[in-house]
């Protein structure tokens, strides 16, 4: 299947395609994702238990839950997903992505729908989905308003969308960019345009605009001396998360 | 992937048990592997070895269903008091005097019986549904990206998630996977032996400096005690070589006479005191545990105190990692269980070792600074409850077990 939408950059899928096949090297070119990730997932595993009042201490406290995962990449959160029991369905619209996703899932003895997509095209199809993770992609989209809308579509009554992105000032341009790509080389330079970033009002805006209701926002902050990311509810300055959810 | 189960641990002696219950109460299948059957395991008598575990140990066991079945046989520790010694000689004036009610936990530790420990475990792993122990030796072992292989004696391959490595300082499983370690030997030799003594103890535990090595007198039930006497390695070669009356006639003077007369109330054990430190605590797919990590000189009793807290360390960081849909056996899951460990277990390996190598010297200033330095700690009570505090394993981050929660 091809992607048709008209959201997806073609510039920014090329950048991706070149690094699929390091995806799941935890020291290589996505280590900041992978430094990220259990910030994000402690996010996302707490929001989802909350809102369809799972017990995270159960096995597989998510079955049942039909989840979306937008711009998935190597599958860095559709496999802990589909992990704790949810159906999972993982989008990209750079295809060297998703063979990488597909055979990673399959080692690890997961059973994942990997589709090379678009938001916009699951919509038209009418897919619908109890959750849609929508996880650092919203700055490297053309068209955010024309993207949220489609999550709008995507969710079922009562859904949950959860958003992050990072924040745009002066100290977001210093870690994201000066910091993570220039200085740090933890990304490759030019993986984020600063003047694409979002600032929470405009996402807020964004969600609402497309006729969800945003429920949490959180920060998610860089300790250099404890070299590790946890969750704040005042510091948005940077890197954060929104919760919102599709009216029954 | 189908894995044989999720965790595989390698050593059902002290810390393996422990993890592996700590690991099962939170829903993991685990396989322990020893090479001993069970029946061994426990057949033992009383044979004098006991362990000084700190509060927070006992809070581990608490919360993993252990401690209900041995607490009627534990001593409290209620005071610990240290003293610089010397052979025939009166304490030093300068004497350090811990007691439990500088805390507001309880008593600072209990004293409890290898015998009892060891069956406590064995009945709970059996009567656990997630646990399966298995009596063979464990001699191949592969890795890859996705999981971990055992290859035992009988032949049978076992396959987990994550494969930890209980099995002493002599560790096999760091040793295939090609961990090396660091130590040193100190010459020494800790005699240990359970005596029977005339009068109560009132549950005070003493460690007296001598010059030869540190002499631990610990409160067991009833008038007993467990003696843990460091002497040079050649020293204590004579001393074990001796007879029980000549043994005696040679701690008693050592000992003093505060509990009246003593007589042995069980065997006599030596153990060489030896540091030992992995140069890695994990590996992709792999934990080390205890002394398999860092065995350390046993002159504070923090051996299996320090086992245990890298058992709720990492039962923590699994758990955790498990809860959030990780895939916990990565190197990057793996890794934030060294850092919470490896610091701390240093920090106190390079401390005990430089604490014995000032206490166990007769040079006169050495004596002096030490004695004038047990008394400042004496005399200042934010000092004295620190040490208190360290001692009984409430300092630091604490896991989540050591606080006697669930994982």
């Known amino acids: 299947m091809q992607a048709t939408d008209t959201t997806v950059d073609p510039s920014e899928i090329a950048k991706f395609e070149a690094m699929a096949s390091e995806w799941w090297d935890p020291n290589g070119k996505f280590k900041p994702l992978h430094m990220l990730n259990p910030c994000r997932l402690d996010y996302i595993t707490s929001q989802i238990a909350a809102e369809f009042g799972r017990d995270l201490a159960a096995p597989e406290p998510f079955k049942g839950l039909r989840l979306l995962d937008i711009g998935c990449g190597g599958g860095l959160l559709s496999e802990p997903m589909a992990r704790l029991g949810a159906t999972v369905v993982g989008a990209d619209a750079a295809a060297g992505n998703l063979p990488v996703a597909r055979i990673h899932a399959e080692k690890s003895g997961l059973e994942i729908d990997y589709r090379h997509t678009a938001a916009e095209d699951l919509a038209a ?34 859904g949950l969308l959860l958003c992050s992105t990072i924040n745009r000032n002066p100290k977001s341009f210093m870690m994201a960019i000066v910091g993570a790509e220039m200085i740090m080389r933890w990304l490759p330079r030019g993986t984020h345009e600063w003047n694409k970033f979002i600032t929470p009002d405009e996402l807020y805006t964004l969600i609402e605009t497309a006729g969800l209701t945003p429920v949490d926002r959180k920060g998610f902050v860089f300790n250099p001396i404890a070299w590790s990311w946890s969750i704040s509810a005042r510091d948005l300055n940077v890197n954060y998360v929104t919760a919102s959810i599709k009216a029954d | 992937m189908a894995y044989d189960s999720e965790i595989l641990i390698v050593g059902g002696g002290l810390n393996g048990p422990a993890l592996a219950l700590a690991l099962a109460d939170a829903g993991l299948s685990v396989t322990v592997i020893d090479r001993l059957d069970t029946a061994t395991l426990i057949e033992r008598d009383f044979d004098g070895r006991g362990y000084a575990l700190a509060l927070s140990s006992m809070r581990l066991l608490s919360a993993i269903g252990v401690w209900t079945a041995v607490a ?166 004579r001393i074990q070589a001796l007879a029980d009356e000549d043994y005696l006639a040679v701690l008693r003077p050592r000992f003093g006479t505060f509990l009246g007369d003593i007589s042995l109330a069980g065997q006599r054990f030596t153990y060489p005191l030896a540091l030992t430190l992995a140069y890695a605590f994990v590996a992709p797919r792999l934990a080390l545990v205890g002394d398999a990590a ?60 430089a604490f014995n190598r000032l ?49």
């Open chain 1, 125 to 158: 199809a009418g897919e619908q989905f109890d959750v849609v993770l929508n996880m650092e992609v919203i700055e490297h989209v053309a068209d955010p308003q024309g993207f949220m809308n489609a999550c709008q579509q995507l969710l079922k009554p009562g």
């Open chain 2, 72 to 237: 009627q046989k534990a001593e409290p520790i209620l005071e610990v008091k240290v003293t610089d010694g010397r052979v025939g000689e009166a304490p030093s004036p300068f004497m350090l005097e811990f007691d439990h009610s500088e805390i507001e936990e309880g008593p600072m530790g209990y004293m409890l019986e290898d015998r009892h420990l060891r069956r406590a475990f064995l009945a709970a792993m059996d009567a656990h549904a997630n646990i399966t122990q298995i009596n063979d030796t464990v001699v191949d072992q592969e890795i890859d990206e996705f999981g971990a292989r055992v290859i035992l004696a009988s032949g049978k391959v076992l396959s987990a998630r994550v494969l930890t490595g209980c099995d002493g300082r002599s560790s096999g499983t760091a040793e295939r996977a090609g961990i090396k370690r660091t130590g040193w030997g100190y010459e020494q030799t800790a005699l240990v032996c359970a005596i029977a003594h005339e009068k109560p103890h009132h549950g005070v535990a003493h460690q007296y400096f001598m010059p030869s090595g540190p002499l631990a007198i610990l409160p067991l039930p009833g008038n007993r005690a467990s003696i843990v006497w460091t002497e040079s390695a050649a020293n204590a070669a």
């Open chain 2, 294 to 353: 860092h065995g350390m000189h046993p002159i504070a009793g923090q051996g299996l105190n320090a086992g245990l807290k890298d058992v709720a360390a990492l039962a923590q960081v699994l758990v955790d990692a498990m809860r959030r849909g990780e895939d916990f056996g990565r190197i990057d899951v793996l890794e934030r269980y060294q850092s919470w460990r490896r610091f701390d277990t240093a920090s106190l390996a390079l401390a005990t070792d």
């Open chain 2, 359 to 407: 206490f166990s010297n007769d040079n006169p200033i050495l004596r002096l600074g030490r004695d004038l330095g047990m008394g400042l700690v004496n005399a200042v009570p934010g000092l004295r409850r620190g040490a208190i505090r360290e001692a009984a394993g409430l300092s630091g981050e604490l896991p989540r077990l050591l606080t006697g929660r669930p994982v």
